[in-house]
């Protein structure tokens, strides 16, 4: 690497709707309006707090569950509208979540209108379940 190397200009990012977004999924964005939400904080053994947030989010096409953790907790308030960036979907005792790691960041969007937000469509409600193939006579987890 050169003393003079160019920088990329960042891309903005493209936001997703809440009914596209599939279990597994890495690295999405959405908008989403926050519909109930509640707190907690767990004392880790080192004696550190931890703030977690498991809240409904939602958008005028669907809605699902959502656990937020860290300080990115505070941000989860009732009707509040989140910008979830670099989200990941997950499917935790076999319904779908979305979750935030490390690389994920969610920020305040006040300016963002979201109208009611489509309860009857809850990606959360649909039960996914392991399915096991048997590839050369092994067992495969799927």
């Avoid at 990329?8 to 999405?28: A, E, N, Q, S, T």
Wanted: charged share 30%; aromatic share 6%.
């Amino acid at each position: 690497m050169g003393t003079m190397e160019q920088k990329r200009p960042l891309r903005k990012p493209k936001f997703d709707r809440i009914i596209d977004l599939k279990p597994g999924v890495h690295g999405f964005n959405v908008y989403a309006k926050v519909k109930e939400a509640t707190q907690s904080e767990v004392t880790r053994q080192d004696g550190t707090k931890l703030k977690i947030a498991e809240c409904v989010v939602g958008d005028t096409t669907a809605c699902v569950r959502a656990r937020i953790v860290g300080d990115f907790a505070d941000l989860v308030k009732d009707g509040a509208v989140i910008a979830i960036r670099n989200g990941r979907s997950e499917v935790f005792k076999e319904h779908m979540r979305l979750e935030i790691d490390r690389w994920g960041k969610i920020t305040a969007e006040p300016n963002q209108q979201i109208g009611e937000i489509n309860t009857n469509e809850d990606l959360s409600k649909v039960a996914y379940e392991m399915k096991y193939i048997n590839l050369k006579g092994k067992q495969q987890q799927q």
